[in-house]
């Protein structure tokens, strides 16, 4: 908390050893009325959820944060480029790494999966508001999980060193609240997209029981995947899941 101070949003800051899903928790406090900027942190999860209804995996060593925000109509549908941008930038400030985007908004260090956004978003009391989950592999041993080998990855196995969770989570926050309070979506879009590993590659995408093969041409303004389908035609992907082929 101490690592917190200092920053916009640091006054409504609840921490956790253990909990469900800090997406929940969120939610039950934007019921409940409380402000913009409250943070859920925990350092260990149960049931961590990710898009698409997949499970999240968050152990200790994990980073797992839901920051509660009441958007504007404007600023809702950038939340999630929004979110993955920030995290990458924290990322490389608290380790010496590279980290790329993958359409929509994995985060990735050598084309392996370091961290995942979930935004979700509601009514409470009147008002929209938007919790914006963001989940960092951070210190895990990733020898113990294989299942995820080749897939994901962790800070401290792509450095090499221990990460200072702490200094991450402060600077994730404070990215955040940089782009969220000087809204600036073009700007966004441009920096969001300038990191996107997906553009230009063969990609397989699935979504809503169709699947497009093609290749990745470009991002509309508001973030949707153009694909230039095998077909022909002309595919603009708004959300689903896409596949980065050889
Ligand atoms: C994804 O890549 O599918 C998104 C993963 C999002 C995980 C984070 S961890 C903090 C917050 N709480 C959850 O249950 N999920 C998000």
């Not at 409470?124 to 999980?145: E, F, H, L, P, S």
């Not at 979504?207 to 991002?219: I, K, P």
Request: glycine letters at 10%.
């Amino acid at each position: 908390e101490d690592a917190l101070s200092g920053c916009r949003w640091s006054k409504h800051i609840l921490t956790y050893e253990r909990i469900g899903s800090t997406m929940d928790r969120s939610r039950e406090l934007a019921h409940k009325g409380a402000p913009e900027g409250t943070l859920v942190v925990a350092a260990e999860q149960t049931e961590g959820r990710g898009r698409l209804s997949r499970a999240w995996v968050s152990p200790v060593g994990s980073l797992s944060l839901s920051l509660l925000l009441h958007p504007s109509s404007e600023q809702l549908p950038y939340l999630t480029m929004l979110a993955g941008l920030a995290a990458a930038e924290a990322i490389e400030a608290a380790a010496p790494l590279k980290a790329d985007l993958k359409w929509p908004n994995d985060i990735l260090i050598g084309g392996r999966k370091v961290a995942g956004i979930l935004v979700e978003s509601g009514t409470a009391r009147g008002k929209t508001y938007a919790a914006i989950g963001i989940g960092v592999n951070v210190n895990m041993d990733m020898a113990g999980w294989p299942d995820l080998a080749g897939i994901a990855t962790s800070l401290s196995a792509e450095s090499g060193r221990k990460i200072d969770t702490p200094r991450l989570l402060r600077a994730i926050v404070d990215e955040i609240a940089a782009f969220y309070t000087s809204f600036d979506p073009a700007a966004l879009r441009d920096l969001w997209r300038a990191r996107l590993v997906t553009l230009g590659r063969r990609v397989t995408a699935s979504g809503g029981g169709t699947v497009v093969e093609g290749v990745a041409a470009e991002v509309t303004a508001d973030g949707a995947l153009v694909i230039l389908g095998d077909d022909g035609a002309e595919y603009v992907v708004v959300a689903g899941d896409v596949t980065l082929k050889p």
